[in-house]
């Protein structure tokens, strides 16, 4: 519960390392405790390895497809495993076939004959690869004869690379750029977005020098879909089909899209165009929000109605500063600039979405808020904050009050973002400045178990047992998040238990 409230306290996940914790101590104490992991292979490969625990009473069923790292590491621990690229899955693919065959309206004009041809080949070929036959019959699907049909059966691609190749090879070239913007919203997006808002997105061009300007509109929103519905899906697809269409969440249709998109088998081939990266993308989405936002700035004042109906610009004001700060080294000046200037709005951003307000739900309004610097160091933005300070060091005061966390410095040390709390130390912030809801700087730091922020602070004068705040005092902070190396390094400092 400790782990539950303290993530909750500042709108955050609990990491890895904590949850492995908490999923180690269910398990040793538990009768018997079952972990199911479906497609283990769609783990990033770094984490693949958090669920390995020795308490007897634990069970694990994995499904993957055969990754040489994944079957040198569960090979030695299986009591049981079945192959499904094998006769054994046969059957079910069959009877997918055979239900898509009759269910879906495309191919009740097809032939008995030519149905039975269908699920002969692709029983014959899939390998036990469900999603290359699902993509094989949205194919076949499109032909108008018999004859098509029979070449296309000729002609099936050997793989799923073979597959999307085709796919997006027959993407017309009027059509092309969008589809590239959505494959990287779809794969790399803070959050899924809605079909209303991804039809937002892809219209805004990638021009590093122009933001704010007035883009073209899609003549229907629901085309998005229709150019490539192998690719994408709607998330709630089995659920929630009497939504409106532009108000449901997209995704990719299936992990391998992603996989094959990022790979450099993609970058080389014939698909190059569509290729896809995280930096690429991130550098593509920023400039969309930003833009969004400039766009939305130009004007005096929007209504919370007007917000509802333009859903991107909320998103564009609650994403835009994650995607900039994951290229923030890399980023073009132009895009760094812009990112200021959204800084610098204050309440034609803030007032769609503040990250500093502790009420995540609370209603549209106006108010005083404080300068870019301290929303800069909020958000750990270090780039950002060293264009502030050098940008014209006597017109930026970094000890400006304002905000839940009082000032910059204070904002900056519960992130426990050391790069700015350095900076912001050298630009003359005062170390024991009062205010915010943790009442000085040091406790915020203490209160994340922030050590090395902690030992900063410390040692430029941070005052150990200043009183006030949240916790009363830094030490009651860190053994209240129950960070003993803060703790023991407070108490080294001369915190005193008894203040």
Not at 286 to 301: K, N
Request: proline share 4%.
């Amino acid at each position: 519960m400790n782990l539950y409230h303290n993530s909750q306290a500042i709108g955050t996940s609990a990491n890895i390392k904590d949850l492995q914790t908490v999923l180690s101590c269910i398990a040793k104490f538990s009768k018997k405790t079952f972990i199911i992991l479906d497609a283990l292979d769609e783990f990033p490969k770094e984490t693949r390895g958090v669920a390995n625990h020795n308490a007897e009473s634990l069970s694990i069923l994995v499904t993957s497809r055969p990754e040489a790292d994944i079957v040198g590491s569960l090979e030695p621990l299986a009591t049981f495993a079945i192959s499904l690229q094998s006769e054994i899955v046969d059957a079910d693919i069959r009877t997918y076939i055979q239900n898509s065959l009759d269910g879906k309206d495309g191919f009740k004009k097809f032939t008995k004959e030519i149905r039975c041809e269908i699920e002969d080949t692709l029983v014959a070929r899939a390998q036990g690869m469900f999603r290359w036959v699902d993509c094989l019959l949205r194919i076949l699907r499109e032909c108008i004869t018999p004859k098509a049909v029979r070449a296309a059966l000729k002609e099936l691609p050997k793989n799923l690379d073979s597959v999307y190749l085709r796919i997006l090879d027959s993407i017309h070239e009027t059509q092309r750029e969008y589809i590239q913007r959505a494959m990287h919203w779809l794969a790399f997006s803070a959050k899924p977005l809605t079909l209303g808002q991804l039809a937002e997105a892809v219209v805004i061009e990638y021009d590093v020098n122009k933001y704010g300007e007035d883009p073209e509109t899609l003549f229907e929103i629901q085309s998005l879909m229709s150019i490539c519905p192998s690719l994408i899906s709607f998330e709630d697809a089995r659920d929630d089909q009497s939504s409106p269409q532009e108000t449901r969440l997209l995704r990719l249709a299936h992990f391998s899209v992603k996989e094959y998109l990022i790979s450099d088998r993609a970058a080389q081939g014939p698909s190059a165009y569509y290729h896809i990266s995280a930096d690429k993308a991130n550098l593509l989405m920023s400039h969309a929000c930003l833009s969004r936002i400039l766009r939305h700035g130009a004007h005096v004042a929007i209504s919370s109605d007007e917000i509802q109906v333009t859903p991107f610009l909320r998103h564009s004001a609650r994403y835009w500063f994650i995607y900039i700060k994951a290229i923030e080294n890399i980023a073009p000046a132009p895009l760094s600039d812009a990112s200021l200037k959204v800084l610098e709005l204050g309440q034609r951003w803030l007032d769609i979405y503040n990250p500093d307000d502790r009420d995540w739900n609370r209603p549209l309004c106006s108010g005083v808020y404080p300068p870019a610097i301290y929303y800069s160091s909020l958000l750990s933005l270090v780039v950002a904050c060293k264009w502030l300070v050098n940008r014209n060091e006597h017109a930026v005061n970094v000890d400006a009050q304002g905000g839940c966390h009082g000032n910059a410095l204070q904002a900056a040390a519960l992130r426990g973002c050391e790069p700015v709390v350095q900076l912001l130390i050298e630009h003359g912030a005062d170390v024991n400045a009062q205010g915010g809801y943790y009442g000085n700087t040091l406790q915020a730091a203490a209160s994340r178990g922030n050590e090395s922020v902690v030992q900063l602070l410390l040692e430029h004068g941070a005052k150990v047992n200043a009183q006030g705040g949240h916790h009363g005092n830094a030490l009651q902070a860190a053994e209240w998040w129950e960070a003993d190396s803060v703790t023991q390094l407070l108490l080294k400092y001369g915190a005193e238990r008894n203040v």
